[in-house]
T-cell receptor, first 116, second 119 residues
Framework: NAGVMQNPRHLVRRRGQEARLRCSPMKGHSHVYWYRQLPEEGLKFMVY????????ESGMPKERFSAEFPKEGPSILRIQQVVRGDSAAYFCASSPWEGQGRTEAFFGQGTRLTVV | AQTVTQSQPEMSVQEAETVTLSCTYD???????LFWYKQPPSRQMILVIR??????QNATENRFSVNFQKAAKSFSLKISDSQLGDAAMYFC????????????????FGQGTILTVHP
């Protein structure tokens, strides 16, 4: 059972370009969470999605950031018109339906975005 | 809102010795989960140990154990017989339980503690 897969591992974008980060959850997991880690800081929650639904986007910046988790395919975190302050490591985590009694979220290895 | 505080930016320990990492949190809820995650230089977030707030018994995983003080809202991690491979950033995290039957797995992290292990 493959773990949470994120790609790319490293992404370099020029200011003003779009960044698209992908996350494939573990098999059987229907919940996806995105976190951002700025240098020397802890992870900050951005958005929580279930298939085709955004459940909580309280941590998402109001502009330029969007996320989706379609019925088929990976979850996508999209950052439009990137700025230097968007440079960070972006992590995806997935978990199964909580009703199964599981409490653990499994993390991907993250995507390091560098804006030049 | 819940907050998690790790007051030790850096800690160091000699190989084979014991070290304790501190974590405090703030919440108005009575039932929740607490976690310690390890992040080595590879950036991979690895779950070290978890504690369910309704359980009074402290969780233990091999060389890792916690001291959970619910009233004090304290959740420290003890690493016994430290190994070189334990060197990493350690994060304490909080997660609420289900609310009204809706799953909610959002984690709130502390700032992290960098652990150095000296041979």
């Amino acid at each position: 059972n493959a773990g949470v897969m994120q790609n790319p591992r490293h992404l370099v974008r020029r200011r003003g370009q779009e960044a698209r980060l992908r996350c494939s959850p573990m098999k059987g997991h229907s919940h996806v969470y995105w976190y951002r880690q700025l240098p020397e800081e802890g992870l900050k929650f951005m958005v929580y999605l279930q298939k085709e639904n955004i459940i909580d986007e309280s941590g998402m910046p109001k502009e330029r950031f969007s996320a989706e988790f379609p019925k088929e395919g990976p979850s996508i975190l999209r950052i439009q018109q990137v700025v230097r302050g968007d440079s960070a490591a972006y992590f995806c985590a997935s978990s199964p339906w909580e009703g199964q009694g599981r409490t653990e979220a499994f993390f991907g290895q993250g995507t390091r975005l560098t804006v030049v | 809102a819940q907050t998690v505080t790790q007051s030790q930016p850096e800690m160091s320990v000699q190989e084979a010795e014991t070290v304790t990492l501190s974590c405090t949190y703030d919440t108005s809820e009575s039932d929740y989960y607490l976690f310690w995650y390890k992040q080595p230089p590879s950036r991979q977030m690895i779950l070290v140990i978890r504690q369910e707030a309704y359980k009074q018994q402290n969780a233990t995983e091999n060389r890792f154990s916690v001291n959970f003080q619910k009233a004090a809202k304290s959740f420290s991690l003890k690493i016994s017989d430290s190994q070189l491979g334990d060197a990493a950033m350690y994060f304490c995290a909080y997660r609420r339980t289900n609310a009204g039957g809706t799953s909610y797995g959002k984690l709130t992290f502390g700032q992290g503690t960098i652990l150095t292990v000296h041979p």
